[in-house]
C-alpha cells in the first residue's frame, strides 16, 4: 500500500490556488462539458459500456484522480488518491434538458476538504454525458481532452461489468502548474499600472464608464442562468467564409457581434451616457508555450482584457483588428497571469474585496474550438456543449463556444442570476440569433444566387 507522502504530487501554483479559493468561498462551482454519443449498432452508455472506458481514463487523466490537501494553507497542493468509486461520481439521469443538467450542477461546489474526486458525470437518457469538474484541475480545453480520451476508450473497450472502483495508479499524468513551465512574469511598468488602478477610487479608473452587469452582492451562491443556441454546419461554413474573407477569426467576429448586440441592448434599456465601453475578456490558451498537448486535462490559461466603445452596428473592422489582437496575445498574454503572483497568496481578501462593489468585467467569451474526430468508427459524437459558472463575482455574461464534430456551433449563455436579468440574457439571445443570421445572410447575397 502507498503511503501519503508517495502520493502527494506537488502543491498548487498561483492559478490553480486562485481557483481553489474562488470555489471554496462559494463564488464558483464547476466547468461543464458534455457530449451526446452515438453506435452504429444502436449501443446506449449504459454502466456495462461506459464504465470499462471510465477506467481508462483514469488511468490515463492524472486530473482525474486528485484531490486536493492543505486546502486553506499558504499553498494548497495536490495528492492522488488511492481509488475512485464510480458509483459516486456517476449519476444516471433520464428526461432531463441539457440546460436543466447544468443549471443542477452549477448548484453543487465540489467539497475540497474530503478526499473525493474533484470531477463527476451525469448521463442523460444514456446517450448524453455531461462532466463537471473543478476548475483547479482542467480549464476549458480539459473538457474537450476528456471526451476525445472517452471517444477513444469506447471504441477500444468491450461492454462488461467490471464494479465501481477503480484503483487511482502512481503513473497517470498530472502536469506541472502553468507558471513552473511558462514565463509569466510581468514588466515592472505592468505591475505599476495594475497597483495604481487598485489604489485608485473606480470613478479613475477605465471601469468607472464601463457596463459590467449589476453589481456584485456580499451573499455568494452559484445560482447560474443558461441559454444555449445552436447554429447547423451550413450556416456555419458561410460564417467562416465570411470571417476569412475579412481577415477575422471565429472567435474575434463572435466578439465584435457580441460587443454589437450589448450595445443595442444596453442603449435600449440604460441611460446613453451612464456607459461608453464594455469590460471584456478572453481566456487564452498557454498550451503552445507550455508543451501540454491537446489531449491534457491541465488549468493553463491567460486572459486578455479589453474596453471595446459601445458599437451598436456590428463592425468587420473590430472584428479583424481584434483578430490581430489575438494572434499577438497568445505570446503576450502570459505577465496577466503572472500578476497572480503579487497576490502573495491572499486569495481571500482579494475576492472578499469585491463584494459590495461594480462588478469588474461584462463579457467574457471562451471558445475551445471544433472538435474534429475520425468518422469511420463505431462510437461517434453526435453533438458537444460548454459551459461554466464563476457567476457570482465574475463576468455578467459568458458566451461558451464549441464546434461539434458535426461543423455546426454550440454557444451556451451563462450568467450569474444577479448579474443580469432574465428579460436582459431573452433580449440578447434573441438579438444575437438574428445578427448572426444577418452575417450568413450577407454572405449569400454577396456570392450571388448562381454560386450558391
Keep these: 500500500m502507498t ?240 470571417c476569412r474573407s475579412h481577415k477575422a477569426t471565429v472567435t474575434s467576429t463572435l466578439y465584435a457581434l457580441t460587443i454589437s448586440v450589448l450595445s443595442q441592448i444596453i442603449q435600449d434599456m440604460e441611460p446613453l451616457e451612464k456607459y461608453k465601453t464594455i469590460a471584456a475578456s478572453i481566456p487564452i490558451s498557454l498550451r503552445s508555450l507550455s508543451g501540454a498537448s491537446e489531449e491534457d486535462m491541465c488549468e493553463c490559461v491567460s486572459t486578455h482584457h479589453s474596453y471595446p466603445a459601445f458599437q451598436p452596428e456590428f463592425s468587420w473592422r473590430l472584428a479583424s483588428t481584434y483578430a490581430s489582437t489575438l494572434r499577438e496575445q497568445k505570446t503576450a498574454s502570459p505577465p496577466a497571469l503572472g500578476m497572480l503572483g503579487y497576490l502573495f497568496g491572499r486569495f481571500v481578501s482579494y475576492f472578499t474585496g469585491k463584494y459590495d462593489a461594480k462588478r469588474e468585467r461584462g463579457l467574457e467569451i471562451s471558445n475551445v474550438g471544433r472538435i474534429v474526430t475520425r468518422g469511420d468508427n463505431a462510437w461517434s459524437i453526435d453533438d458537444m456543449w460548454f459551459a461554466q459558472c464563476d457567476s457570482y463575482v465574475g463576468s455578467a455574461l459568458k458566451l461558451n463556444v464549441v464546434g461539434p464534430p458535426s461543423g455546426s456551433l454550440t454557444l451556451t449563455v451563462t450568467g450569474g442570476r444577479d448579474a443580469t436579468e432574465d428579460t436582459f440574457v431573452d433580449a440578447f439571445v434573441s438579438l444575437f440569433e438574428a445578427r448572426f443570421a444577418d452575417i450568413v445572410k450577407s454572405g449569400l447575397e454577396g456570392k450571388g444566387a448562381h454560386d450558391i
Design 3 to 242: 503511503t501519503n507522502v508517495e502520493r502527494r504530487i506537488r502543491g498548487a501554483g498561483p492559478l490553480e490556488q486562485y481557483h481553489i479559493t474562488r470555489a471554496a468561498l462559494q463564488l464558483d462551482s464547476c466547468v461543464i462539458s458534455a457530449a451526446e454519443y452515438s453506435h452504429a449498432g444502436g449501443f446506449s452508455l449504459s454502466k456495462r459500456v461506459l464504465f470499462p472506458a471510465l477506467r481508462v481514463l483514469i488511468q490515463t487523466h492524472g486530473a482525474l484522480g486528485v484531490h486536493i490537501i492543505d486546502r486553506d494553507a499558504v499553498q494548497p497542493g495536490y495528492s492522488r488518491l488511492r481509488s475512485v468509486n464510480l458509483a459516486d461520481v456517476v449519476e444516471y439521469v433520464h428526461g432531463s434538458t441539457i440546460s436543466e443538467v447544468m443549471e443542477t450542477q452549477f448548484l453543487r461546489p465540489f467539497d475540497t476538504s474530503s478526499e473525493a474526486p474533484l470531477w463527476r458525470l451525469v448521463v442523460l437518457d444514456e446517450k448524453i454525458v455531461v462532466l463537471a469538474w473543478h476548475h483547479c484541475i482542467g480549464d476549458g480545453l480539459s473538457g474537450v481532452a476528456f471526451h476525445r480520451t472517452l471517444l477513444k476508450a469506447l471504441q477500444q473497450t468491450q461492454p462488461q461489468d467490471i464494479g465501481s472502483l477503480v484503483e487511482v495508479p502512481l503513473t497517470a499524468k498530472f502536469l506541472p502548474s502553468v507558471e513552473s513551465v511558462v514565463n509569466v512574469s510581468p514588466p515592472l511598468l505592468n505591475v505599476l499600472r495594475v497597483i495604481l488602478n487598485l489604489l485608485l477610487p473606480t470613478s479613475w479608473t477605465p471601469r468607472a464608464t464601463a457596463w459590467t452587469g449589476n453589481p456584485v452582492g456580499h451573499t455568494p451562491h452559484t445560482a447560474t442562468r443558461v441559454r444555449i443556441m445552436q447554429f447547423s454546419a451550413l450556416d456555419v461554413a458561410r460564417f467562416h467564409e465570411e
